[in-house]
């Protein structure tokens, strides 16, 4: 009965229970730092004052090609 409830009433209670918990912050607030990682930053080598920014932008870059060619053939086992 014990792993009963630790297994599959709890999690079970837990999951339902974190639906109707109202979050701390207002989900009609701006850009969040959702990992904390401008605080963290800002903690260790100082705020610019500068705003987030609202778009991530991926880097433009080649995908890297290794020329073999000139490496011998490997041998054989024997």
Known sequence: MLAFT???VLP???IA???RIRPLVPADEGPRDVLGV???AG???GS???AADHRSVREETEP???DLSA???PRERE
Request: charge should be positive.
């Open 6 to 8: 630790l297994l599959i």
């Open 12 to 14: 079970a209670a837990l």
């Open 17 to 19: 229970l974190s639906f």
């Open 38 to 40: 401008n605080l963290a």
């Open 43 to 45: 903690g260790l080598f």
């Open 48 to 50: 610019h004052g500068l």
């Open 64 to 66: 890297v090609r290794f």
């Open 71 to 73: 490496l011998p053939a």
